[in-house]
């Protein structure tokens, strides 16, 4: 299987594209890696699509929800 990456988040220039858009947006950097962690590590070759589909918003939830706890 083909190492699962985002090659933008690995050079400095693109983490520092990436951070400034998060900024511009008023959205943490850290929350976006956990964000397409969770894409990246759902799983692919599910045979429901509508599972992984379950599964991946209920992790994005999980995370957009302690965000909001942080915030508040």
Do not use: W, Y
Request: charged letters at 30%; proline letters at 4%.
């Amino acid at each position: 299987m083909a190492n699962k990456s985002v090659v933008l988040l690995h050079t400095p220039e693109g983490r520092e594209l990436v951070a400034d858009s998060c900024k511009a947006n008023n959205f943490v950097f850290a929350e976006f890696e956990k964000l397409v962690e969770a894409q990246i590590t759902s799983k692919v070759n599910s045979p429901q699509p509508d599972a992984r589909r379950t599964e991946l918003f209920g992790r994005f939830d999980d995370i957009l929800d302690r965000i909001e706890i942080e915030e508040a």
